[in-house]
């Protein structure tokens, strides 16, 4: 048998979804009977495979023709899945004495998912930034969430700064 193409649309790209990889291969004697998304390890009759779980998929096409004979192994790149949203673990900086001080918040945050906290962001999701900290002037409520590369985004952390005072006593 011949592969001409393994479609893969996620192909290296982070996904928060299913990703299903699509094997084209065609035997003119005996027929195409199987296929392999993992270079001959596991069979399958299907010519498409659905991947569902977090992780790192590399896919190495092989097709096997009903008299056994099986194709040279065709690359199809790599399937990269992370579903957990990634999450806030701390929030630093909050001063709990009175200053006269911009504060600065710097967040510390995880994602189990696997792809990595890309983005931060201050105000609830409407703004996102590559820097995990924030410098505030003045008291106020901050809503904090972070952004994994394949898209996720946490729960909010809510920060409420209070003890800036910047005005001089009269």
Do not use: H
Not at 20 to 25: E, R, Y
Not at 142 to 164: F, H, L, W
């Amino acid at each position: 048998p011949k592969i001409s193409q393994v479609n893969n649309p996620a192909n290296g790209v982070w996904k928060n979804t299913n990703v299903t990889v699509k094997i084209t291969a065609t035997d003119n004697l005996s027929g195409v009977a199987s296929y392999s998304f993992d270079n001959g390890s596991n069979w399958q009759t299907s010519n498409s495979k659905t991947y569902s779980s977090n992780g790192t998929y590399t896919i190495t096409a092989k097709a096997k023709d009903n008299a056994t004979n099986v194709s040279s192994a065709v690359s199809g790149g790599t399937v990269k899945i992370d579903k957990s949203a990634p999450s806030v673990s701390t929030v630093s900086g909050n001063p709990t004495s009175w200053t006269s001080s911009d504060v600065t918040l710097k967040v510390t945050a995880a994602d189990t998912g696997g792809s990595g906290v890309a983005s931060y962001s201050f105000d609830n999701g409407d703004n996102w930034q590559s820097s995990a900290s924030k410098t505030f002037s003045k008291n106020q409520t901050v809503n904090i969430k972070v952004k994994d590369t394949a898209g996720n985004v946490s729960a909010v952390k809510e920060v409420k700064i209070t003890k800036i005072d910047k005005t001089a006593p009269t």
